[in-house]
T-cell receptor, first 115, second 113 residues
């Protein structure tokens, strides 16, 4: 079984600061992928970044980076230079080959960027 | 940009009525998911298809929900009869073997009164 845990229901960060959103996962499958999605107040789900279990380097996409610590089973999202538009709900998700490649989501972290 | 199209965007219906939600996945995508999002339960996987074949619908209440993919350009989720507890946002997402992330539609906000 796959499980994603996001322990921070809400986070605040000041504009231009960096923020880390925590995500831990559990799977016995050696082949898996980790995702982060952003859901602004408008409701759409926006794919941000992906990390494969065999990737040697941490994934980066613009201001987003994924701090992947395989031994700890954590995949934290780091947003650098926060902007007001980053205020949203952020979901961590996992897909494992043994799980039929379905996407399992965590409960999300509500991020608010303040001036 | 290629998009996953969901219709209707909003639906208000009376308890007991049939509801059909539609999804047009991105052309070329072979995997389609249906998710339901509520405040209490978060994002729940209801069903998903690969190459139009249903792979897993264990998250779906079988007595009232059904999901189909009559062709590669259309996925449907039907609720009959609808109940107030079905009120939620229903998302469709599609993906392919050659890409990492799944693309979500804008969702259908369903309210059953």
């Amino acid at each position: 079984a796959q499980k994603i845990t996001q322990t921070q229901p809400g986070m605040f960060v000041q504009e231009k600061e960096a923020v880390t959103l925590d995500c831990t996962y559990d799977t016995s499958d050696p082949s898996y992928g980790l995702f982060w999605y952003k859901q602004p107040s408008s409701g759409e789900m926006i794919f941000l970044i992906y990390q494969g279990s065999y990737d040697q380097q941490n994934a980066t996409e613009g201001r987003y980076s994924l701090n992947f610590q395989k031994a700890r089973k954590s995949a934290n999202l780091v947003i650098s230079a926060s902007q007001l538009g980053d205020s949203a709900m952020y979901f961590c998700a996992m897909r494992a080959r043994g799980g039929g490649n379905k996407l399992t989501f965590g409960t999300g972290t509500q991020l608010k960027v303040e001036l | 940009d290629a998009r996953v199209t969901q219709t209707p965007r909003d639906k208000v219906t009376e308890m007991g009525q049939e509801v059909t939600m539609r999804c047009q996945p991105i052309l070329g995508h072979n995997t389609v998911f249906w998710y339901r999002q509520t405040m209490m339960q978060g994002l729940e996987l209801l069903a998903y298809f690969r190459n139009r074949a249903p792979l897993d619908d264990s998250g779906m209440p079988k007595d009232r929900f059904s999901a189909e993919m009559p062709d590669a350009t259309l996925a449907t989720l039907k609720i009959q009869p609808s109940e107030p507890r079905d009120s939620a946002v229903y998302f469709c997402a599609s993906g392919s073997d050659s890409q990492y992330g799944y693309t979500f539609g804008s969702g259908t906000r369903l309210t059953v009164v």
